[in-house]
Antibody
Framework: QLRLVESGGGVVQPGGSLRLSCEAS????????MSWVRQSPGKGLEWVSF????????YYADSVKGRFHVFRGNSKNTLFLQMSSLSPEDTGLYFC???????????????WGQGALVTVSA | DIVMTQSPATLSVSPGQRATLSCWAS??????LAWYQQKPGQAPRLLIY???TRATDIPARFSASGSGSDFTLTISSLQSEDSVIYYC?????????FGGGTKVEI
């Protein structure tokens, strides 16, 4: 069964850090690029970051550049998002999402996790 | 950034009727456009990619068209389970951007 399961969400104070994980199963994780997409009531869906299948290429939304770092452990079928200098504007449900193709990304997503809730509040 | 605008924000449709959702891009994205469906409490589900190609296991009542800046998603005969939120996403230019969504209600 194809599956992505996020974990690591929680409540953190402004300026704090948090690491999200996304465990993949049921498919060849190492063959797919992955992205993080977040959803907040005020902003809808917002793409956050991308990492290529081999981890060699990373892209970030301007809103998180320099604060977030995406990386992956292909041997453990896990995607990570290290978030630092968090602000209330980072509050939202964070989804990991699989790029639809092997190796060369298509930039749209055919498998999503259920999301990890991040709340940044004092 | 390319701004994706969806209209209407809410669409009321009777069961069995046709629903037509629109998505506009602030600049041309060619056919690099996807549609997603999101049910309450669930992750988005890919419906359409390449502006008009149905994803795997998507029912034929869902169809889409358009290119450039103007796109349409049509649900030919609305069923109760289709009464959820739909998003468009452009993937022509970084950063990837989504529309604000259209809520379809019965």
């Amino acid at each position: 069964q194809l599956r992505l399961v996020e974990s690591g969400g929680g409540v953190v104070q402004p300026g704090g850090s948090l690491r999200l994980s996304c465990e993949a199963s049921g498919f060849t994780f190492s063959a797919h690029a992955m992205s993080w997409v977040r959803q907040s009531p005020g902003k809808g869906l917002e793409w956050v970051s991308f990492i290529s299948f081999d981890g060699k290429n990373e892209y970030y939304a301007d809103s998180v550049k320099g604060r977030f770092h995406v990386f992956r452990g292909n041997s453990k079928n896990t995607l990570f998002l290290q978030m630092s200098s968090l602000s209330p504007e980072d509050t939202g449900l964070y989804f990991c999402a699989r790029d639809s193709a092997f190796w060369t990304p298509t930039w749209y997503f055919d498998l999503w996790g259920q999301g990890a809730l991040v709340t940044v509040s004092a | 950034d390319i701004v994706m605008t969806q209209s209407p924000a809410t669409l009321s449709v009777s069961p069995g009727q046709r629903a037509t959702l629109s998505c506009w891009a602030s600049q041309s994205v060619g056919t690099n456009l996807a549609w997603y469906q999101q049910k309450p409490g669930q992750a988005p589900r890919l419906l359409i990619y390449g502006a008009s190609t149905r994803a795997t296991d998507i029912p034929a009542r869902f169809s889409a068209s358009g290119s450039g800046s103007d796109f349409t998603l049509t649900i030919s005969s609305l069923q109760s389970e289709d009464s959820v939120i739909y998003y468009c996403q452009q993937y022509d230019v970084w950063p990837l951007t989504f529309g604000g969504g259209t809520k379809v209600e019965i």
